[in-house]
């Protein structure tokens, strides 16, 4: 079998050549040649700067075309080739490793993990008695060498034998302390890496200081611990998964390390004050079964999309002591363990354009057009941009490579321009010097910009949002009738809806009597509705159905949401100083249309909320979905039949609980009807409570 390389100090590995998914078809001698320089600069660049041209999966592919091409053509094969290669043959730093620094093999399916296990177990010649199940960490690995309890020297992995000095980043990485508990001399390994917030405070103190943005955080770990005299500070953090004593000490945790099992060393090290997966919401756990692991691994996978650090696997290891003895290592990798790779969570595409769309509340917003690219199972070809201050900051071109994140149900963003691949062709990204909508100018006081028309920018589409069905849900106002009301001057805003009169309704296209009366009827009837609707309906940035649901609930009454300030909005569930704030400005602009509201005589109270002086704090913990975090799907039925998404969430939040869209780990209870697909397989994998809509029906029947 043709070993294949592993770029994997930072995670990232090629694949074991059994069950990998597709490889770059190499056709001749020129285009290997052509494969292997590729693959070689990308590795090289990639241990470097931490900062490779290529994403893992077109490197993978790549490293599997040329191993497939090595195998059948074994006499063409070049000495630069990185397979068979740790860190792909690129070679950095002159510590040398007291145990060598090892990959890790890759599986890609259940299968593949079955099978590697089923042969350790044959090599063995007995079972594996437990196994040790924990996150695959996407940074970079790291020698941390503590003498005497104190941390004294830091190493990268480099080629596996000998990596680079990087003592100049102690003090930088959270979860490595300077003095562990006992004065113990050990050797911590583990991997370095950002979390998303780290992350994105070192691409601004890195394009504060005029640099380019980090493509990802796990080159922005790379690159900031290699970063000598570096003009501004990052933090990073640790995450150890081994530990190794160190000969010759006569300490006795020296001797402790070396008969603990893999799971009794990392109680240690996290005992001795180093930072492990244990307080994640993916910690290592120990399995004495294959299908125990299995499980593990989906749990894992599942919670992926809401860590907030990078994971691009789960490492499956056998834990004791002694089969890791008796199973040993190849040339590169420890036969007692094995990545299982997850499917890269960010891909490199092409950013061909930039749009600028003004959305219901004026903010005038940038999208990123791309080349389509399929991350996380499904195609992207629009992203976030955030801001004008955003693109700026991230030094982005039009036609720049860039990486793109996307994992579950997170909205797909650009992260970096990838600046190698730059040709010279790339444009700058023109921003906007006037409103795109109606040409207007631009508030730009703040990161987000805004039309100065604010709302009146755009009114159709904040009329339309205030009449859908969660809102007024006023029916028979479609986007083209709201757009002849605009254009015939009958309205600016969601209020003036109630100052229609007969004839004015009548003059609009195909209006008869009928259909007149219908409407008038319809707005009228919008008169009646809850607060919460009303408040919803008025499209506050930062709230949405269930946040108005909550504001209505909590303050009963228009008057009193006028009056609250930033503190008083705080006691709302779910809002924070920084919510509170844009809130109450939010409320403050939109007085005017309060105003009208009253004036026509749209309801202002919300049935059945006393407000916040008369709401005992003990009320809702009665509540049979008290302290629940509740999420429905599929179709429902029973006594739910017929009702909203919206309506399921409010009747969940009149029964004590919370609504929410998705399932977590934070999920108390699944509501799944027919036709439940992912949300319920979700929520099957993390163990949580799955009762049908009739189930459900009976435990709120009161509420109902
Ligand atoms: S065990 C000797 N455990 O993945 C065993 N490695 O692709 C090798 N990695 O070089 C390390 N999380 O940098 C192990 N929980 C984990 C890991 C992990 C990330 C990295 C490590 C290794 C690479 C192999």
């Not at 070192?202 to 200081?209: D, H, L, S, V, Y």
């Not at 799955?690 to 109902?704: H, M, Q, Y």
Request: charged fraction near 25%.
């Amino acid at each position: 079998m043709t070993e294949t390389p592993n770029r994997s100090s930072g995670g990232r590995g090629a694949s074991s050549p059994q069950r990998g998914p597709a490889r770059t078809e190499i056709g001749d001698q020129a285009a290997y040649a052509a494969a292997v320089q590729t693959a070689v600069a990308a590795s090289a660049a990639y241990y470097g700067e931490g900062d490779s041209p290529l994403d893992d999966d077109v490197f993978d592919r790549l490293v599997r075309g040329i191993a497939a091409y090595e195998a059948a053509h074994p006499d063409e094969v070049l000495p630069d080739s990185p397979t068979g290669k740790v860190a792909g043959g690129a070679v950095i730093g002159d510590v040398p490793h007291t145990v060598p620094m090892l990959s890790l093999d890759n599986v890609f399916s259940a299968e593949g993990l079955e099978s590697w296990a089923a042969g350790l177990v044959r090599r063995l010649g007995r079972e594996v008695g437990t196994w040790s199940v924990e996150p695959k960490l996407d940074g970079l690995a790291i020698s941390a060498r503590y003498r005497g309890g104190r941390l004294v020297q830091l190493v990268t992995r480099g080629d596996g034998t000998a990596g680079e000095d990087v003592s100049h980043g102690i003090g930088m990485v959270l979860g490595l302390p300077a003095r562990l508990a006992e004065p113990v001399t050990v050797e911590l390994r583990g991997e370095v890496l950002m979390t998303r917030a780290q992350f994105e405070a070192a691409n601004t103190a890195r394009t504060g200081a005029g640099g380019t943005a980090f493509a990802n955080p796990r080159s922005a770990a790379a690159g900031s611990l290699r970063a000598k005299d570096r003009p501004y500070q990052v933090e990073m953090t640790f995450f150890a998964y081994g530990a190794l004593p160190v000969d010759g000490t006569g300490d006795a945790a020296a001797a402790r390390l070396r008969e603990l099992p893999h799971s009794g060393i990392m109680e240690l090290v996290a005992g001795l004050g180093a930072n492990t997966t244990a307080a994640t919401p993916v910690p290592a756990i120990t399995a004495t079964t294959i299908e125990q692991v299995r499980k593990r691994v989906e749990e894992i996978a599942a919670l992926r999309a809401e860590l907030d650090f990078g994971i691009d696997g789960i490492v499956v290891k056998a834990d004791a002591a002694a089969d890791q003895a008796d199973a040993g290592i190849s040339s590169r990798a420890p036969r007692w363990a094995i990545a299982y790779k997850l499917p890269a969570v960010e891909k490199i595409t092409r950013l061909l354009d930039v749009e600028w769309n003004v959305g219901r509340t004026g903010v005038i917003a940038p999208r990123a057009v791309l080349e389509p690219v399929e991350v996380d199972g499904s195609t992207v070809t629009y992203a976030t941009l955030h801001n004008a201050a955003d693109i700026e900051r991230r030094g982005l071109m039009l036609g720049d490579h860039v990486t793109v994140y996307k994992a579950g149900d997170v909205i797909p963003r650009v992260e970096a321009p990838v600046v190698h691949l730059r040709t010279g062709g790339e444009r700058p990204i023109e921003v906007p010097s006037a409103c795109p909508r109606c040409g207007d100018e631009i508030d730009a006081s703040q990161q987000r910009w805004r039309c100065v028309r604010g709302r009146a920018c755009h009114a159709v589409a904040s009329v339309r949002y205030a009449v859908g069905r969660d809102q007024l849900d006023i029916e028979g106002l479609g986007e083209n009738r709201i757009d002849q009301l605009v254009d015939a001057g009958l309205i600016t805003d969601f209020a003036d809806l109630f100052t229609l009169t007969h004839d004015q309704v009548i003059e609009l296209e195909r209006m008869g009597e009928t259909s007149t009366a219908a409407l008038l009827a319809a707005i009228e009837g919008a008169k009646a509705k809850p607060l919460n609707k009303v408040f919803c309906a008025l499209g506050v940035r930062g709230t949405g159905r269930s946040m108005s649901r909550r504001i209505a609930r909590h303050f009963a009454t228009m008057d009193a949401i006028r009056t609250a300030d930033a503190e008083a909005l705080q006691e709302v569930e779910g809002v924070g100083p920084e919510r509170a704030t844009i809130l109450v400005a939010e409320i403050a602009e939109l007085a005017p249309l309060i105003g009208k509201l009253v004036a026509a005589g749209v309801t202002m109270t919300e049935p059945g909320a006393a407000g916040p002086a008369e709401t005992p704090e003990s009320d809702a913990s009665d509540l049979p979905l008290a302290g629940l975090s509740v999420v429905a799907t599929g179709s429902m039925s029973g006594p739910l039949d017929g009702l909203s998404r919206n309506q399921v969430n409010e009747l969940i939040e009149r029964a004590g609980g919370k609504a929410s869209s998705s399932v977590s780990a934070r999920t108390s209870l699944l509501v799944a009807g027919e036709k439940a697909g992912s949300k319920k397989a979700k929520a099957e994998k993390l163990g949580i409570e799955i009762i049908t809509p009739e189930e459900f029906g009976t435990r709120v029947a009161g509420f109902l």
